[in-house]
Every structure is written in C-alpha cells, then in structure tokens.
C-alpha cells in the first residue's frame, strides 16, 4: 500500500474513533480546531501508530508543523525511516 | 523442621496422599521413607549453598525437603530459568557463609533484574497456621515453589497433613487436575483466576468445590472477587497483602478489594501511607537482600504500592514505577486495567506505556479476548466503555490483541517496562 494511503487510513481510524464520518478526509481538511478537531492525544496517537508501521517518525527529531491533511503526508513524504 | 512433620505425618496418617504432582504420587509415609534415606545415605550439607530448579514436579518437592534436612541454605530458581544459566544467577547472589535453614527466593521480577532475597524456614512460617479445620486439606499449587506464595502453600499444607496437587500447563489445566484431586484450598493470582473461569470447560468448574480461596500476588479488584463468588458461592474467598520483601503482611476476608483503612491507625498492623505509598513493617519480612546492606528491624518498608483512602477503604492504585506519564498527566495502569476488564468478553488486559514523540508516553492496552469475541467488534466496544470511565489520558489509545500472555512462575502477568 502507497504511503499516503496508510497515513489516511490511520488518520481515519481516529475518526472513526471519534465518530466523525471518514469521507470527510479530503487534502485541504484542516487537523485541528477549525476542521476534524483532533487533540494532541489524537495526533500522538496517529503518529505513534504510523511509527510502528512505516518505521518513521517526523516528530521525532524536530518541531515538526502542519495544518491540513496534505501538509501531514508530507512530512511523512519527508522524512526518513528511522 | 519440615522433616520432622513429614515423620509426624507419616506416623499419624502414613496412607494419606501427600503429593500428585505429573511424574507420581507419593503418601506421607512413602516421602518420609524417601527423604530419610537420602539424609541417612549422604553427608550433611551445613554451610553450603545448594541451588534447585523449582519445577512442577514431586522430584523438586523431595529434593527441597531432604536440602533443609541435611542443613543446607537452599536457593530456589525459578522453573522458567532457562537452562545453563545456574551459575549467573548464583553469582548474583556473591559469597558469604550461610546458616542452617536460609532459603534464597528471587523476587519474581514481573519488571527488571530479579534480586535474591534472604529468607529462613522461620521466616517463611511466621504466617503459616495450624488448625483442626485444615486437616486433610488438599492445596492446588499455582504458584512455583522458588516463590514466596509456593512456599507459604507447601508449609499450610505440611503443617496440616494436606496433599499437594502439582501441574504443568494453562490454568484451565490446573483446574482440571485440582478438579480431578478434589482439591478444597486454591491459591493464586487473580491472573490465573480471571484465565481460569473464562477458559474451564463448564463442568470442570462445577466439579472443582473448594472451601477455600486464596488471591495473592496481583491487586484483587472488585470484578474478580465477584466472579469468584459467583462460581464458588460456597467458598470462602480472602485477598492476602503480601511480597517477596516484605513477607505475608495481611489478609482480608470480607469480599471486598483494597482493606478497611481503621487499619492504617491500629498499633498492632505496621502499615502506614506516605506521600500516597503503602509502607509495612518488616518485622515479619525477610532478613535481606544478599549482597546488599541489612535495613534495621523495625524499619518500614516502602512497597511501591500506590494506595488511595475512598471512605472506610483504602484502595490500591498501581504501582509507582509503573506510572505512564502521558503529557502531564500521570496514569495508573491498574485502574485501566480495572476498567477494561469490566467488559464482557475480555479475559485478561494489560496496560503499559508506548513512548511517543508527542506526549512522552501513550497509554497502550494488550488484551485476550474471550475465543467467541472479535477484535474488530471489541475494539470500539472497549474504547466507548474505556472513553465513559476514564479521563482522556488514560483512555488507551492502542490496541494489541493477542493469542496468549506471558505469565512468571507465580502466575502474575510479566509487566515489561518499555
């Protein structure tokens, strides 16, 4: 499977989780407050379960910012494996 | 001293079973023949250090009985030591000279390196009694016989002229042989119970009639006293406050977790809270830790227990060390546990940290589903039920479910720090 596509699977789960509908998963959908409003525990929750399948973590590192769907996948696009 | 009841037994009732264990059974006159023998044909061994692979079996039974014979310091290595490994473990343990009647447990280690605890046969009977009531007795052995609870249920057993049901395998396994001996005292974790009521064939939990329960080892919660009294409404069920360091420190009989908190303020129980910790006596405890400075008598002993007063009660809430920071905020993975476990179809739950990049740590939750539940279905059932009871941060935010558990010799889920 493309990365993009496990990045949004992932990211649908918590909305699932949520009970937000996962259609609503678009590229310019904003993460935070003003869109999905996912918390940190949210995002950490995403990123500790990409970690464990793709073997990298973007925050890892560095202050690492981003505001919607597309700006996430590409930090991942970014990144190396660790 | 065990010897000497062996001999007293096997006079009052030399017929009666002392032991069945997967490789024989043996009376009370048969063992007593067997260990004189062995003393009478081998030198005695004061001042020696003899090590002894506490396995299921009669053969470590006897062997234990004649090393405390022949005056040996016994040290008792888990059965799960892997092979070739004796001498390592010994060497933790450094020189000296012993005493007639020392006996070495390690500490189960359900986290980090297990360390070797002085103990002597006295120590070890402090809390054991003897009463008209247990005569004839007959004791499941949950629990290995290198652990403390091993040992406190040999010498009930011994000093009651009961028998010992030993067993290998799952506590399924350990129901059907205790079930098969008509074994009336059990004793172990709320682990074993919680696998043993959900995994026993219906008839095998209906033919096992004990008079006795006994939880140790683990935090017995609300939910596993009640189905214990549910399937055992004969039995009498008691939760024992106990550890390797500290020796049995006390018991509680009234069905009810955590115990009444009008103890903390009596002078005849040394157990007292600081800064939210549980701390005993160690009046009745080991003499030390080998290898380390000897604390004072009278010294209390911090447990690592974290307890809270909730109204006449006070209830246990983790362990310090294995506190999960997530963000700031702290969570105690017992009190998640506690909560997952509240849901239908789950068998056994463990809770640890997952390091995160973002938060420091994540809750995570490992679980053992009952054979007719599926992960899917159960996944959002426990995150709802988890997300009703519990803060956010402690709500688990990942899943793992597996097929089976690691458990240590004395039956406590293995607790791996991450």
């Known amino acids: 499977m493309e990365e993009r596509e496990i990045i949004l699977e992932a990211l649908a789960r918590v909305c699932d989780e949520k009970g937000l509908a996962p259609t609503a998963l678009q590229d310019h959908t904003v993460l935070g407050a003003s869109g999905l409003d996912f918390d940190s525990l949210d ?25 919607t769907v597309a700006d996430f996948v590409e930090l991942y696009r970014r990144a190396t494996a660790s | 001293m065990i010897l000497e009841r062996v001999r007293a037994g096997a006079l009052a009732h030399p017929e009666r079973l002392l032991v069945a264990a997967p490789d024989g059974q043996w009376s009370w006159a048969a063992v ?29 039974l006897l062997r234990l009985i004649e090393l405390e014979a022949r005056g040996a310091r016994v040290v008792l290595l888990p059965p799960e030591m892997e092979p070739g490994r004796e001498a390592e473990w010994m060497a933790r343990l450094g020189s ?46 949950t629990f290995a016989l290198s652990a403390f609870a091993g040992l406190q249920v040999v010498l009930h057993a011994l000093d009651n002229g ?40 219906p008839e095998v939990l209906a033919s096992l009639r004990p008079v006795q329960i006994t939880l140790g080892g683990e935090v017995a919660d609300q939910g596993v006293l009640d189905a214990l009294g549910r399937s055992f409404p004969q039995a009498r069920l008691t939760h024992v406050y106990a550890s390797t360091e500290a020796g049995a420190v006390f018991s509680v009989q009234d069905g009810r977790a955590g115990f009444p908190a009008a103890w903390l303020d009596s002078a005849a129980t040394p157990l ?36 809270e007063v909730v109204g006449d009660r006070v209830l246990f809430r983790g362990r310090r060390s294995e506190r999960i920071h997530v963000g700031g ?29 973002l938060m420091g740590q994540l809750v995570r939750a490992e679980v053992l589903l009952a054979p007719d539940r599926t992960p899917a279905a159960m996944r959002l059932a426990l995150r709802a039920h988890a997300s009703e009871r519990l803060r956010p941060q402690e709500v688990p935010r990942l899943w793992n479910f597996v097929d089976t558990f690691e458990r240590t010799s004395s039956g406590k889920l293995v607790r791996r720090a991450t």
């Open chain 1, 43 to 67: 995002m950490a929750t995403v990123v500790a379960e990409l970690d464990g399948i793709l073997g990298k973590d973007p925050f890892a590192s560095q202050q690492a910012s981003f505001h």
């Open chain 2, 32 to 60: 007593a023949a067997e260990v004189d023998r062995r003393v009478l044909d081998a030198a005695p061994l004061r001042g020696e250090t003899v090590a002894l692979q506490a396995s299921a079996t009669a053969a470590a």
């Open chain 2, 96 to 141: 000296g000279p012993s005493q007639p009647g020392e006996v070495v447990l390690f500490s189960s280690g359900t986290t980090g390196v297990p360390k070797g605890a002085l103990h002597s046969w006295d120590t070890l009977s402090a809390r054991v009694h003897r009463s008209a009531g247990l005569d004839g007795s007959r004791w499941l052995l």
């Open chain 2, 162 to 201: 009961g028998a010992l049901v030993l067993y290998h395998g799952t506590p399924a396994e350990g129901g059907r042989t205790g079930a098969e001996h008509g074994v009336t005292h059990l004793s172990a974790t709320p682990t074993f119970y919680r696998f043993l009521l959900a995994t026993s064939p």
């Open chain 2, 272 to 307: 007292r809270i600081r800064d939210g910790e549980l701390l005993v006596g160690r009046a009745r405890g080991m003499k030390g830790y080998l290898g380390a400075h000897r604390a004072d008598d009278g010294e209390l002993l911090a447990t690592g227990d974290l307890v």
């Open chain 2, 329 to 357: 905020a702290k969570v105690d993975p017992s009190e998640v546990e506690r909560v997952l476990l509240e849901v239908p179809g789950v068998v056994a739950v463990r809770v640890s940290g997952a390091p995160s990049s």
